[in-house]
Protein backbone atom coordinates (compact mmCIF):
# COMPACT_ATOMS: atom_id res chain seq x y z
CA UNK A 1 0.00 0.00 0.00
CA UNK A 2 2.87 2.37 1.12
CA UNK A 3 5.05 1.33 -1.45
CA UNK A 4 6.42 3.85 -4.14
CA UNK A 5 7.41 3.33 -7.74
CA UNK A 6 10.05 5.30 -9.15
CA UNK A 7 9.76 7.13 -12.34
CA UNK A 8 11.79 9.78 -14.71
CA UNK A 9 10.54 13.14 -15.20
CA UNK A 10 10.24 13.48 -19.17
CA UNK A 11 8.29 16.81 -19.46
CA UNK A 12 7.08 19.52 -17.26
CA UNK A 13 4.10 21.44 -17.44
CA UNK A 14 2.93 23.95 -15.21
CA UNK A 15 -0.54 24.94 -16.09
CA UNK A 16 -3.51 26.10 -13.40
CA UNK A 17 -1.48 23.16 -11.15
CA UNK A 18 1.98 21.27 -11.63
CA UNK A 19 2.10 18.22 -13.16
CA UNK A 20 5.06 16.17 -14.90
CA UNK A 21 5.51 13.63 -17.53
CA UNK A 22 7.39 10.58 -16.27
CA UNK A 23 8.59 7.71 -17.60
CA UNK A 24 8.12 4.06 -16.05
CA UNK A 25 9.84 1.40 -17.38
CA UNK A 26 9.14 2.71 -20.62
CA UNK A 27 5.35 3.66 -19.68
CA UNK A 28 4.11 7.38 -19.40
CA UNK A 29 2.31 8.79 -17.50
CA UNK A 30 0.57 12.17 -16.10
CA UNK A 31 1.29 12.40 -12.31
CA UNK A 32 0.58 15.73 -10.11
CA UNK A 33 3.79 17.33 -8.75
CA UNK A 34 1.40 19.20 -6.13
CA UNK A 35 3.58 17.64 -3.27
CA UNK A 36 6.60 18.87 -4.54
CA UNK A 37 5.53 22.06 -5.10
CA UNK A 38 7.99 23.65 -2.73
CA UNK A 39 11.26 21.81 -4.62
CA UNK A 40 10.02 21.05 -8.18
CA UNK A 41 12.08 18.80 -10.39
CA UNK A 42 13.25 19.18 -13.80
CA UNK A 43 13.45 16.86 -16.65
CA UNK A 44 15.44 13.99 -16.06
CA UNK A 45 15.18 13.90 -12.45
CA UNK A 46 14.02 10.86 -10.81
CA UNK A 47 10.57 10.75 -8.06
CA UNK A 48 8.91 8.70 -6.58
CA UNK A 49 5.04 8.26 -7.12
CA UNK A 50 2.05 6.77 -4.69
CA UNK A 51 -1.36 6.78 -6.16
CA UNK A 52 0.00 9.25 -9.08
CA UNK A 53 1.68 11.72 -7.06
CA UNK A 54 4.96 12.55 -6.58
CA UNK A 55 6.15 12.32 -3.11
CA UNK A 56 9.82 12.86 -2.97
CA UNK A 57 12.99 13.10 -5.59
CA UNK A 58 15.65 10.73 -5.49
CA UNK A 59 18.55 9.58 -7.39
CA UNK A 60 18.63 7.55 -10.53
CA UNK A 61 20.92 4.93 -8.33
CA UNK A 62 18.52 4.70 -5.44
CA UNK A 63 15.68 5.08 -9.00
CA UNK A 64 17.11 1.93 -10.08
CA UNK A 65 17.81 -0.10 -6.74
CA UNK A 66 13.83 0.31 -5.68
CA UNK A 67 12.87 -1.22 -9.11
CA UNK A 68 14.65 -4.18 -8.41
CA UNK A 69 13.23 -4.15 -5.29
CA UNK A 70 9.98 -4.04 -6.63
CA UNK A 71 10.58 -6.84 -8.34
CA UNK A 72 12.18 -8.62 -5.80
CA UNK A 73 8.81 -8.30 -4.05
CA UNK A 74 6.71 -9.69 -6.86
CA UNK A 75 5.21 -6.75 -6.70
CA UNK A 76 6.42 -5.31 -10.80
CA UNK A 77 3.40 -6.55 -12.40
CA UNK A 78 0.87 -4.56 -9.51
CA UNK A 79 3.32 -1.33 -9.91
CA UNK A 80 3.15 -1.60 -13.89
CA UNK A 81 -0.56 -2.03 -13.57
CA UNK A 82 -0.54 1.01 -11.27
CA UNK A 83 0.88 3.09 -13.58
CA UNK A 84 -1.11 1.96 -16.34
CA UNK A 85 -4.08 2.85 -14.99
CA UNK A 86 -2.96 6.19 -13.87
CA UNK A 87 -5.36 8.60 -15.45
CA UNK A 88 -7.82 5.72 -16.64
CA UNK A 89 -11.07 6.53 -15.18
CA UNK A 90 -13.26 3.69 -17.78
CA UNK A 91 -12.42 0.13 -18.69
CA UNK A 92 -12.82 1.03 -22.09
CA UNK A 93 -9.61 3.66 -21.76
CA UNK A 94 -7.73 0.78 -20.30
CA UNK A 95 -4.52 0.29 -22.80
CA UNK A 96 -4.93 3.72 -24.55
CA UNK A 97 -2.06 5.51 -24.51
CA UNK B 1 11.57 -17.48 -4.52
CA UNK B 2 14.18 -14.91 -3.39
CA UNK B 3 16.35 -14.60 -0.47
CA UNK B 4 19.05 -12.11 0.50
CA UNK B 5 21.81 -14.31 -0.64
CA UNK B 6 19.94 -13.10 -3.92
CA UNK B 7 19.67 -9.97 -3.50
CA UNK B 8 22.61 -7.13 -4.01
CA UNK B 9 25.89 -6.62 -2.20
CA UNK B 10 25.77 -9.99 -0.55
CA UNK B 11 28.49 -9.65 1.10
CA UNK B 12 27.90 -6.28 2.33
CA UNK B 13 24.47 -8.69 3.93
CA UNK B 14 26.69 -11.07 5.36
CA UNK B 15 28.85 -8.29 7.18
CA UNK B 16 25.90 -6.41 8.86
CA UNK B 17 24.51 -10.17 10.20
CA UNK B 18 27.99 -10.23 11.42
CA UNK B 19 27.59 -7.60 13.15
CA UNK B 20 24.19 -8.44 14.56
CA UNK B 21 25.65 -11.02 15.57
CA UNK B 22 28.02 -9.45 17.85
CA UNK B 23 25.74 -6.84 18.81
CA UNK B 24 22.75 -9.36 20.08
CA UNK B 25 23.52 -10.18 24.03
CA UNK B 26 23.18 -13.59 24.25
CA UNK B 27 21.60 -13.56 27.70
CA UNK B 28 18.85 -11.56 26.41
CA UNK B 29 15.77 -11.42 24.41
CA UNK B 30 14.96 -9.02 21.97
CA UNK B 31 11.66 -7.56 20.52
CA UNK B 32 11.77 -5.54 17.83
CA UNK B 33 8.90 -4.04 15.82
CA UNK B 34 8.17 -3.54 12.35
CA UNK B 35 5.46 -0.77 12.18
CA UNK B 36 5.02 -0.29 8.44
CA UNK B 37 3.53 -3.22 6.37
CA UNK B 38 5.78 -2.83 3.99
CA UNK B 39 8.73 -4.27 6.30
CA UNK B 40 6.57 -6.69 7.28
CA UNK B 41 6.25 -8.29 4.02
CA UNK B 42 10.05 -7.45 2.68
CA UNK B 43 10.94 -8.91 5.65
CA UNK B 44 9.00 -12.47 4.80
CA UNK B 45 10.18 -12.00 1.67
CA UNK B 46 13.67 -11.88 2.10
CA UNK B 47 13.57 -14.91 4.91
CA UNK B 48 15.16 -12.06 7.12
CA UNK B 49 14.22 -13.89 10.38
CA UNK B 50 16.03 -16.91 9.14
CA UNK B 51 19.24 -14.81 9.08
CA UNK B 52 18.99 -13.45 12.58
CA UNK B 53 19.65 -14.75 15.53
CA UNK B 54 17.11 -16.41 17.40
CA UNK B 55 17.00 -13.97 20.12
CA UNK B 56 15.67 -11.30 17.94
CA UNK B 57 12.04 -11.23 17.33
CA UNK B 58 10.36 -9.59 15.10
CA UNK B 59 6.83 -8.06 15.81
CA UNK B 60 4.79 -7.49 12.87
CA UNK B 61 3.48 -3.94 13.46
CA UNK B 62 -0.12 -1.92 13.11
CA UNK B 63 1.20 -0.29 9.50
CA UNK B 64 -1.15 -1.64 7.31
CA UNK B 65 -4.48 0.67 6.36
CA UNK B 66 -6.27 -2.25 4.82
CA UNK B 67 -6.17 -4.56 7.94
CA UNK B 68 -6.42 -2.14 10.33
CA UNK B 69 -9.98 -1.10 8.79
CA UNK B 70 -12.90 -1.90 10.92
CA UNK B 71 -15.24 -4.13 8.95
CA UNK B 72 -18.17 -1.66 9.62
CA UNK B 73 -16.17 1.25 7.86
CA UNK B 74 -16.46 -1.29 4.48
CA UNK B 75 -19.92 -1.91 5.44
CA UNK B 76 -20.81 2.30 5.78
CA UNK B 77 -18.76 2.80 2.45
CA UNK B 78 -20.78 -0.05 0.41
CA UNK B 79 -24.23 0.93 2.14
CA UNK B 80 -23.37 4.61 0.31
CA UNK B 81 -23.39 2.72 -2.95
CA UNK B 82 -26.80 1.46 -2.86
CA UNK B 83 -28.01 4.64 -4.02
CA UNK B 84 -28.02 4.02 -7.88
CA UNK B 85 -27.10 6.76 -8.27
CA UNK B 86 -23.76 6.73 -6.68
CA UNK B 87 -20.29 5.25 -8.34
CA UNK B 88 -18.01 3.79 -5.48
CA UNK B 89 -14.66 4.06 -6.29
CA UNK B 90 -11.65 2.89 -4.21
CA UNK B 91 -7.75 1.36 -4.67
CA UNK B 92 -7.50 -2.33 -6.00
CA UNK B 93 -5.89 -3.03 -2.79
CA UNK B 94 -9.65 -2.35 -1.14
CA UNK B 95 -11.55 -4.56 -3.63
CA UNK B 96 -11.07 -8.34 -1.80
CA UNK B 97 -11.36 -6.74 1.69
CA UNK B 98 -14.54 -8.87 3.52
CA UNK B 99 -17.67 -6.25 4.06
CA UNK B 100 -20.49 -8.41 6.01
CA UNK B 101 -21.75 -9.41 2.82
CA UNK B 102 -19.24 -9.44 0.78
CA UNK B 103 -16.73 -7.45 -0.72
CA UNK B 104 -16.98 -4.58 -2.70
CA UNK B 105 -15.85 -7.00 -5.66
CA UNK B 106 -18.88 -9.04 -4.85
CA UNK B 107 -21.07 -6.44 -4.35
CA UNK B 108 -19.57 -5.07 -8.22
CA UNK B 109 -20.76 -9.13 -9.61
CA UNK B 110 -24.33 -7.95 -8.19
CA UNK B 111 -24.29 -4.85 -9.98
CA UNK B 112 -23.27 -2.52 -7.54
CA UNK B 113 -21.14 0.36 -9.55
CA UNK B 114 -17.86 -0.22 -7.90
CA UNK B 115 -14.33 1.34 -9.95
CA UNK B 116 -11.19 0.71 -9.12
CA UNK B 117 -9.26 3.75 -9.57
CA UNK B 118 -5.20 3.76 -9.25
CA UNK B 119 -5.18 7.87 -7.89
CA UNK B 120 -7.42 10.39 -6.15
CA UNK B 121 -7.60 12.53 -8.77
CA UNK B 122 -9.10 10.08 -11.13
CA UNK B 123 -11.64 9.33 -8.93
CA UNK B 124 -12.43 13.34 -9.49
CA UNK B 125 -11.86 13.16 -12.64
CA UNK B 126 -14.52 10.10 -13.26
CA UNK B 127 -16.98 13.04 -11.19
CA UNK B 128 -16.23 15.79 -13.83
CA UNK B 129 -16.96 13.01 -16.70
CA UNK B 130 -20.16 11.47 -14.95
CA UNK B 131 -21.76 15.14 -13.48
CA UNK B 132 -24.87 12.93 -13.63
CA UNK B 133 -23.72 10.52 -11.02
CA UNK B 134 -22.18 11.14 -7.64
CA UNK B 135 -18.82 9.88 -6.77
CA UNK B 136 -17.97 8.66 -3.78
CA UNK B 137 -13.76 7.79 -3.37
CA UNK B 138 -13.27 5.47 -0.31
CA UNK B 139 -10.04 6.81 1.11
CA UNK B 140 -7.90 4.40 3.11
CA UNK B 141 -4.09 5.17 4.19
CA UNK B 142 -1.40 6.27 6.66
CA UNK B 143 0.12 9.77 6.32
CA UNK B 144 1.88 8.69 2.72
CA UNK B 145 -1.64 8.36 1.29
CA UNK B 146 -3.48 11.44 3.27
CA UNK B 147 -1.93 13.89 1.39
CA UNK B 148 -2.88 13.09 -1.89
CA UNK B 149 -6.05 13.06 -1.10
CA UNK B 150 -6.14 16.35 0.65
CA UNK B 151 -5.15 17.69 -2.67
CA UNK B 152 -7.56 16.51 -4.83
CA UNK B 153 -10.37 17.54 -2.39
CA UNK B 154 -8.86 21.33 -2.75
CA UNK B 155 -8.68 20.33 -6.46
CA UNK B 156 -12.54 19.78 -6.03
CA UNK B 157 -13.43 22.70 -3.92
CA UNK B 158 -11.33 24.62 -6.47
CA UNK B 159 -13.06 23.68 -9.58
CA UNK B 160 -16.38 23.56 -8.14
CA UNK B 161 -16.74 19.88 -8.87
CA UNK B 162 -19.93 18.43 -6.73
CA UNK B 163 -20.96 15.08 -7.43
CA UNK B 164 -17.52 13.64 -5.64
CA UNK B 165 -16.99 13.09 -2.49
CA UNK B 166 -14.42 10.99 0.12
CA UNK B 167 -15.30 8.78 2.66
CA UNK B 168 -12.91 9.42 5.03
CA UNK B 169 -10.81 6.67 6.13
CA UNK B 170 -6.72 8.06 6.83
CA UNK B 171 -5.82 7.18 10.37
CA UNK B 172 -2.10 8.30 11.75
CA UNK B 173 0.89 6.15 12.85
CA UNK B 174 1.98 7.76 15.86
CA UNK B 175 -0.88 7.32 18.03
CA UNK B 176 -1.40 3.17 17.26
CA UNK B 177 2.10 3.23 18.21
CA UNK B 178 1.59 5.40 21.29
CA UNK B 179 -1.40 2.61 21.92
CA UNK B 180 0.86 -0.29 21.38
CA UNK B 181 3.04 0.96 24.11
CA UNK B 182 0.06 1.36 26.72
CA UNK B 183 -1.17 -1.96 26.29
CA UNK B 184 -0.55 -4.06 29.10
CA UNK B 185 0.48 -7.30 27.38
CA UNK B 186 3.01 -6.06 24.60
CA UNK B 187 6.44 -5.92 25.66
CA UNK B 188 8.49 -3.99 22.80
CA UNK B 189 12.41 -3.38 22.81
CA UNK B 190 12.58 -1.27 19.79
CA UNK B 191 11.20 -0.57 16.60
CA UNK B 192 11.94 -0.04 12.88
CA UNK B 193 10.18 3.22 11.89
CA UNK B 194 8.06 3.53 8.72
CA UNK B 195 10.01 4.33 5.48
CA UNK B 196 7.22 6.07 3.12
CA UNK B 197 4.93 7.47 5.58
CA UNK B 198 8.26 9.47 7.23
CA UNK B 199 8.68 11.02 3.79
CA UNK B 200 5.74 12.75 4.73
CA UNK B 201 6.08 13.20 8.68
CA UNK B 202 9.80 13.49 8.34
CA UNK B 203 11.62 12.24 11.92
CA UNK B 204 10.46 14.72 14.52
CA UNK B 205 7.46 12.83 15.36
CA UNK B 206 9.01 9.42 16.92
CA UNK B 207 11.40 11.83 19.24
CA UNK B 208 8.69 11.60 21.97
CA UNK B 209 8.86 7.63 21.76
CA UNK B 210 12.82 7.65 21.93
CA UNK B 211 12.39 10.31 24.85
CA UNK B 212 9.44 9.47 27.25
CA UNK B 213 9.12 5.91 26.65
CA UNK B 214 12.92 5.23 26.61
CA UNK B 215 12.32 3.30 22.93
CA UNK B 216 14.92 3.11 20.29
CA UNK B 217 13.93 3.46 16.56
CA UNK B 218 15.26 3.40 13.80
CA UNK B 219 13.28 4.60 10.25
CA UNK B 220 14.53 2.67 7.57
CA UNK B 221 14.11 1.68 4.08
CA UNK B 222 12.82 -1.53 2.28
CA UNK B 223 15.52 -3.24 1.01
CA UNK B 224 17.10 -5.89 3.11
CA UNK B 225 20.21 -4.26 3.91
CA UNK B 226 18.31 -1.57 4.92
CA UNK B 227 16.02 -3.17 7.40
CA UNK B 228 19.27 -5.14 8.73
CA UNK B 229 21.36 -1.59 8.90
CA UNK B 230 18.26 -0.78 10.82
CA UNK B 231 18.49 -3.21 13.44
CA UNK B 232 22.22 -2.93 13.95
CA UNK B 233 21.44 0.72 14.93
CA UNK B 234 18.98 -0.53 17.77
CA UNK B 235 21.32 -3.21 18.83
CA UNK B 236 23.89 -0.59 19.04
CA UNK B 237 21.60 2.00 21.13
CA UNK B 238 20.12 -0.99 23.43
CA UNK B 239 23.94 -1.92 24.14
CA UNK B 240 24.67 1.54 25.12
CA UNK B 241 21.12 1.97 27.02
CA UNK B 242 20.72 4.72 24.57
CA UNK B 243 16.66 5.65 22.63
CA UNK B 244 16.62 8.49 20.38
CA UNK B 245 15.42 8.46 16.52
CA UNK B 246 17.78 7.56 13.72
CA UNK B 247 17.40 7.52 10.19
CA UNK B 248 18.83 4.46 8.17
CA UNK B 249 16.45 6.00 4.79
CA UNK B 250 18.03 9.82 4.97
CA UNK B 251 18.41 9.25 0.74
CA UNK B 252 14.32 9.32 1.01
CA UNK B 253 13.23 10.45 4.38
CA UNK B 254 14.62 14.01 5.45
CA UNK B 255 14.26 14.74 8.92
CA UNK B 256 11.66 17.39 8.64
CA UNK B 257 9.36 15.70 6.44
CA UNK B 258 7.55 17.16 3.33
CA UNK B 259 6.26 20.51 4.65
CA UNK B 260 4.10 20.89 1.00
CA UNK B 261 2.45 17.62 2.28
CA UNK B 262 1.61 18.77 5.79
CA UNK B 263 0.49 22.10 4.45
CA UNK B 264 -2.25 20.29 2.37
CA UNK B 265 -3.16 18.16 5.14
CA UNK B 266 -3.48 20.43 7.87
CA UNK B 267 -5.96 22.67 5.83
CA UNK B 268 -8.10 19.94 4.83
CA UNK B 269 -7.97 17.53 7.70
CA UNK B 270 -8.59 17.63 10.90
CA UNK B 271 -8.12 15.03 14.11
CA UNK B 272 -10.92 12.95 14.71
CA UNK B 273 -11.33 12.46 18.89
CA UNK B 274 -11.16 8.67 18.29
CA UNK B 275 -11.18 6.25 15.39
CA UNK B 276 -12.37 2.27 15.56
CA UNK B 277 -9.01 -0.16 15.14
CA UNK B 278 -9.36 -3.49 13.98
CA UNK B 279 -8.28 -5.30 16.50
CA UNK B 280 -7.11 -2.55 18.42
CA UNK B 281 -10.04 -1.33 19.54
CA UNK B 282 -10.77 2.71 19.61
CA UNK B 283 -7.91 4.95 19.61
CA UNK B 284 -8.20 8.19 20.58
CA UNK B 285 -6.84 10.92 18.10
CA UNK B 286 -5.51 8.08 15.34
CA UNK B 287 -7.73 9.35 12.48
CA UNK B 288 -8.11 12.38 10.44
CA UNK B 289 -11.36 13.55 9.15
CA UNK B 290 -12.46 16.23 6.90
CA UNK B 291 -13.13 19.73 8.11
CA UNK B 292 -16.41 21.89 7.91
CA UNK B 293 -14.94 23.56 5.27
CA UNK B 294 -14.77 21.11 3.00
CA UNK B 295 -17.98 19.44 4.27
CA UNK B 296 -19.57 19.75 0.83
CA UNK B 297 -17.13 16.53 -0.13
CA UNK B 298 -17.28 14.96 2.88
CA UNK B 299 -19.38 11.37 2.26
CA UNK B 300 -20.00 11.40 6.15
CA UNK B 301 -21.66 14.75 5.80
CA UNK B 302 -23.74 13.91 2.82
CA UNK B 303 -24.49 10.57 3.25
CA UNK B 304 -26.67 9.14 5.91
CA UNK B 305 -23.89 6.77 7.18
CA UNK B 306 -25.45 3.95 9.50
CA UNK B 307 -22.49 3.97 11.86
CA UNK B 308 -22.42 -0.10 11.50
CA UNK B 309 -20.12 -1.85 14.35
CA UNK B 310 -19.33 -5.23 13.21
CA UNK B 311 -17.12 -7.55 15.61
CA UNK B 312 -14.58 -9.73 13.72
CA UNK B 313 -15.82 -13.44 13.23
CA UNK B 314 -15.32 -14.99 16.51
CA UNK B 315 -12.73 -17.60 15.50
CA UNK B 316 -10.59 -15.39 13.81
CA UNK B 317 -7.78 -14.32 16.00
CA UNK B 318 -6.85 -11.02 14.24
CA UNK B 319 -6.93 -8.35 16.71
CA UNK B 320 -4.23 -10.75 18.84
CA UNK B 321 -2.38 -11.18 15.98
CA UNK B 322 -2.43 -7.42 14.95
CA UNK B 323 -0.87 -7.15 18.43
CA UNK B 324 1.90 -9.61 18.21
CA UNK B 325 0.06 -11.90 20.99
CA UNK B 326 -0.32 -14.75 18.61
CA UNK B 327 1.91 -15.65 15.50
CA UNK B 328 -0.44 -15.93 12.55
CA UNK B 329 0.00 -19.38 12.28
CA UNK B 330 -1.32 -19.92 15.47
CA UNK B 331 -4.61 -18.62 14.36
CA UNK B 332 -7.07 -21.20 14.52
CA UNK B 333 -8.55 -20.20 10.76
CA UNK B 334 -5.25 -19.81 9.70
CA UNK B 335 -4.61 -22.01 6.10
CA UNK B 336 -7.86 -23.96 6.68
CA UNK B 337 -11.00 -21.26 6.46
CA UNK B 338 -8.67 -18.09 5.97
CA UNK B 339 -6.57 -18.20 2.78
CA UNK B 340 -5.17 -15.14 0.52
CA UNK B 341 -7.51 -16.65 -2.04
CA UNK B 342 -10.42 -16.99 0.25
CA UNK B 343 -9.86 -14.09 3.00
CA UNK B 344 -11.61 -13.97 6.40
CA UNK B 345 -9.66 -11.48 8.03
CA UNK B 346 -8.32 -7.94 6.74
CA UNK B 347 -4.38 -9.68 7.49
CA UNK B 348 -4.92 -12.07 4.72
CA UNK B 349 -6.03 -9.87 2.44
CA UNK B 350 -3.46 -7.62 1.51
CA UNK B 351 0.09 -8.37 0.55
CA UNK B 352 1.00 -6.99 3.47
CA UNK B 353 -0.95 -8.10 6.24
CA UNK B 354 1.32 -10.39 8.58
CA UNK B 355 -1.14 -13.80 7.90
CA UNK B 356 -0.85 -13.12 4.06
CA UNK B 357 2.83 -12.53 4.09
CA UNK B 358 3.26 -15.52 6.55
CA UNK B 359 0.99 -17.30 3.99
CA UNK B 360 2.83 -17.00 0.54
CA UNK B 361 6.63 -16.98 2.24
CA UNK B 362 6.59 -19.47 5.41
CA UNK B 363 3.50 -21.72 5.27
CA UNK B 364 3.46 -22.24 1.24
CA UNK B 365 7.53 -22.64 1.51
CA UNK B 366 7.00 -25.21 4.12
CA UNK B 367 5.31 -27.74 1.32
CA UNK B 368 8.03 -26.83 -1.00
CA UNK B 369 11.31 -25.53 0.65
CA UNK B 370 13.52 -26.73 3.36
CA UNK B 371 16.69 -25.25 3.21
CA UNK B 372 16.82 -21.63 3.37
CA UNK B 373 20.58 -20.37 2.38
CA UNK B 374 22.67 -17.78 4.55
CA UNK B 375 24.48 -15.43 2.44
CA UNK B 376 28.11 -16.80 3.09
Known amino acids: ?97 | MKYVDEFREPALITRTVEEIKRLADTQRQYRIMEVCGGHTHAIYRFGLKDVLPSNIELIHGPGCPVCVLPMGRIDDGLSMAEDPSVIFAAFGDMMRVPGTHGSPLEHKARGMDIRIVYSPTDALKLAAKNPDRHVMFFAIGFETTAPSTALTLMRAKAEGIRNFSVFCNHVTIIPAIRAILDSPDMRIDAFIGPGHVSTVIGCRPYEWIARSERKPIAVSGFEPLDILQGIVMLLRQLRDGESKVENQYKRVVPWEGNRAALRVMAEVFQLRPYFEWRGMGFISQSALRINDQFAAWDAEHRFHIPGVRVTDPKAAQCGEVLKGVLKPAQCKLFATECTPERPVGALMVSSEGSCAAYFNYEHRKASTLTNISVPA
Request: charged share 30%; glycine share 10%; proline share 6%.
Open chain 1, 1 to 97: MCLAIPGKVVELFHDERPTALVDVVGVKRRIDLGLLQDDLPEPGDWVLIHVGFAMSRISEGDALDQLEMLTMLGEQDAAMAEVRGLGMTEPDERGSP
